[in-house]
């Protein structure tokens, strides 16, 4: 029984050995310049039985990055070990693998928190495109059971949220966008208030996205101040102008007054009633 058990362990270790050695053969061929047979032995590594293995086999196949890559990638995304599983999910995003999506915003349904954070960082890499698919997917309403899921993973993804939230907040009212508004809030990060102030050209959705900054609170408050500064001395845009000061009312901020008070003066009646509105708001007189 002893001698049968030293032969099982000598076999794993055998194993292990010649799993490592093919992996090692493979990101040599990478460094000689040979991609495409390092990509073949790479892939064919993915079936190994030891994780270290198929981890590096992730890696050098997210380097290399040919065609074949996500779709390898994608077929593996189950695999059982986690720091695998969740070196698949960044690498597909750094691929920007399209195919992938569904199946990665599928997964966020029951991820736990370091899947969360995996599927965040691949997110994040796919850009507007992927999270504009988390965005619709989250609006869905086929989707209402899943939406927690969906708020977690757009709330740790972060600032970069922003744009494609903006896009479902036209035409509707404070009240049914009160949860887009709240992850907004959650993400608590100044990126998100500049990401959002160009928006305000967009007569659509303008008074949707005064909304929104006007609740990040003081982490908008910097940006706020910056985009009426850049104004002044430009081609006038009133509206533009208006929507911005209105918000630094709802913001309450002291920092803003030296900003509006010059333009108490305006030329535009409409931009002296708006300055004496948030200066009234922010000094309570």
Avoid: W
């Avoid at 996500?70 to 960044?90: A, C, F, W, Y």
Wanted: charged letters at 25%; proline letters at 4%.
């Amino acid at each position: 029984m002893l001698k049968y058990r030293f032969f099982l362990l000598g076999l794993v270790l055998l194993l292990i050995a010649s799993g490592c050695s093919s992996i090692d053969k493979a990101e040599s061929l990478y460094q000689e310049g040979d991609k495409q047979a390092a990509l073949e032995m790479a892939i064919s590594l993915m079936d190994e039985d030891e994780p270290a293995v198929r981890l590096r086999a992730v890696k050098l196949i997210g380097k290399i990055g040919e065609k074949s890559a996500g779709s390898t990638l994608l077929k593996h995304l189950n695999d059982p070990d986690g720091k695998v599983q969740r070196e698949i999910i960044v690498t597909l995003g750094q691929l920007k693998y399209e195919p992938a999506l569904d199946s990665l915003l599928d997964l966020a349904v029951t991820a736990d928190e370091t899947q969360i954070r995996a599927l965040a960082s691949s997110f994040r890499n796919y850009g507007k495109e992927g999270i504009d698919r988390l965005v619709t997917r989250f609006d869905s309403p086929t989707e209402t059971s899943n939406r927690g899921a969906y708020k977690a993973l757009m709330i740790q993804i972060g600032a970069d949220v922003a744009p494609s939230i903006i896009g479902i907040l036209k035409g509707r009212s404070f009240f049914e966008n009160r949860e887009n508004f709240e992850i907004l809030v959650r993400v608590k990060n100044p990126r998100v208030a500049r990401l959002m102030l160009p928006f305000l050209e967009d007569e659509e959705v303008a008074t949707q996205v005064v909304e929104a900054i006007g609740r990040l609170g003081s982490g908008a408050v910097n940006a706020t101040i910056d985009a009426l500064n850049q104004m002044k001395g430009k081609a006038l845009n009133i509206p533009m102008m208006e929507n911005i000061i209105k918000i630094l009312g709802e913001l309450k901020d002291p920092r803003a007054v030296e900003s509006l008070e010059p333009l108490s003066q305006h030329s535009s009646e409409r931009i002296r009633d708006a300055v004496d509105r948030a200066l009234f708001q922010i000094r309570g007189y």
